[in-house]
């Protein structure tokens, strides 16, 4: 059976933002904070390297009931059994990707324009990341969609939409004014000095009851 496709709050685990925490400390602090998807991008790691990671990450989802998706790297979702990937637009094509992954699996995909969000979701992905919804420390080399923009997206998608890029505890209802299905954080959960009760703010927000 297909894990659940991420929704809400979405934690993405980008060591440039750890600030001297470990990974995993981040990641189980996030955990106890109430996340409930993670993606862990292991951009600039060796294989190896990238491998033990996602491996912890995998042990910890599996004990806590949490969706890991793995960024870009459908070799290490499958040796570590993670619950998906998640694919920019210069990674490895969709269906390739589900070829390889199965039925069984989530894939996501960044769409930085409509026509991309359409081609995604007629290809099979599970779920959009779309962004950068506003400014951004890890996504700086597109200009910022806005929320009007989003809007659009969650109008013509079928399929859940995941606002990323720039979101704060300050913007955060904003973004959900747009009806979009969750949102993705990395700095606002991993550069704080508690990130579990970062994590827990954000659910307090998208989840009030």
């Known amino acids: 059976m297909k894990p659940p496709v991420p ?3 979405y934690l993405i685990l980008d060591h440039d933002a750890l600030t001297g925490r470990s990974l995993m400390d981040a990641a189980s602090a996030a955990v106890a904070g109430g996340v409930r ?21 995998s042990a910890l989802a599996h004990r806590s009931g949490v969706t890991l998706v793995i960024n870009d790297r459908v070799d290490l979702a499958l040796a570590v059994e993670a619950d998906g990937v998640h694919l920019g637009q210069e990674d490895l094509p969709l269906s390739a990707a ?11 995909v960044s769409a ?9 979701e007629a290809g099979g992905a599970d779920y959009l990341g779309v962004g ?7 996504k700086q080399a597109r200009p910022p969609l806005g929320c009007e923009a989003l809007k659009e997206f969650r109008r013509q998608a079928r399929i859940p939409v995941i606002a990323i890029g720039g979101i704060t505890l ?11 299905d969750g949102v993705a954080v990395v700095s606002a959960v991993l550069s704080q000095s ?16």
């Open 194 to 209: 508690d990130p579990a009760r970062a994590a827990s703010e954000f659910m307090r927000i998208l989840h009030p009851d």
């Open 98 to 108: 589900r070829s390889l992954l199965g039925p069984d699996r989530v894939i996501g």
């Open 170 to 180: 300050l913007n955060l209802r904003q973004v959900m004014d747009t009806q979009v």
């Open 37 to 57: 998807h993670i993606q862990y991008r292991a951009k600039g790691l060796s294989g190896r390297d990238a491998y033990f990671n996602s491996l912890q990450l």
């Open 7 to 9: 929704s809400g709050f």
């Open 112 to 120: 930085h324009t409509l026509e991309q969000a359409r081609e995604a």
């Open 132 to 138: 950068p919804v506003f400014s951004s420390t890890t």
